[in-house]
T-cell receptor, first 110, second 112 residues
Framework: QKEVEQDPGPLSVPEGAIVSLNCTYS??????FMWYRQYSRKGPELLMY????GNKEDGRFTAQVDKSSKYISLFIRDSQPSDSATYLC??????????FGKGTRLHILP | EPEVTQTPSHQVTQMGQEVILRCVPI?????FYWYRQILGQKVEFLVS????????KSEIFDDQFSVERPDGSNFTLKIRSTKLEDSAMYFC??????????FGQGTRLTVV
């Protein structure tokens, strides 16, 4: 089983819809959970960072972590065409390297 | 807003040549990383660096690779004898406390 699983998509949704992106993981030592956005041939841009289980909201973005299910989600409300990008989940343990998912390609249709 | 800067943005080199990729991490960050992304694939960890030494490295980071922090601001990745399969985007990242990392825009390395 891969350490971090993420559906590569592509995921196409109409403008204004709520987007749900998800990852599962197998390593119970992961404590820090991140979502990055990556445009083509650019570096990953940190969107959200959460520690342990729970929800965190920042503007139109909400990150959820369920450590009991080893499942994390990113929700994007009122999606815009400029949200079209690849979204990478990432996670790490204490004093450990960050492990990335493969990324989900998201297309927001005008 | 502070950012990680990487140079050059694109490097073309012949197989067998040495390349040095340069990075200026965010000031006051203590942890530094190199990651690699082969076209169409996931972002892969190469090496982490803290307190002037390597703290962790992946199996990809073999004897052909080395990292240095030659002064208080730069952080470099050297590939001694490049191979075709080293062609990828190389990302430098830095972190204040070894949790979330902030990435540069990357150097696209093309080995011909």
């Amino acid at each position: 089983q891969k350490e971090v699983e993420q559906d590569p998509g592509p995921l196409s949704v109409p403008e204004g819809a709520i987007v749900s992106l998800n990852c599962t993981y197998s390593n119970s030592a992961f404590q820090y959970f991140m979502w990055y956005r990556q445009y083509s041939r650019k570096g990953p841009e940190l969107l959200m960072y959460t520690y342990s289980s729970g929800n965190k909201e920042d503007g139109r973005f909400t990150a959820q972590v369920d450590k009991s299910s080893k499942y994390i989600s990113l929700f994007i409300r009122d999606s815009q065409p400029s949200d079209s990008a690849t979204y990478l989940c990432a996670m790490s343990g204490e004093n450990d390297k960050i492990i990335f998912g493969k990324g989900t390609r998201l297309h927001i249709l005008p | 807003e502070p950012e990680v800067t990487q140079t050059p943005s694109h490097q073309v080199t012949q197989m067998g040549q040495e390349v040095i990729l340069r990075c200026v991490p965010i000031s006051n960050h203590l942890y530094f990383y190199w990651y690699r992304q082969i076209l169409g694939q996931k972002v892969e960890f190469l090496v982490s660096f803290y307190n002037n030494e390597i703290s962790e490295k992946s199996e990809i980071f073999d004897d052909q690779f080395s990292v240095e922090r030659p002064d208080g601001s730069n952080f470099t990745l050297k590939i001694r004898s490049t191979k075709l399969e080293d062609s990828a985007m190389y990302f430098c990242a830095s972190s204040p406390v070894n949790t979330e990392a902030f990435f540069g825009q990357g150097t696209r390395l093309t080995v011909v």
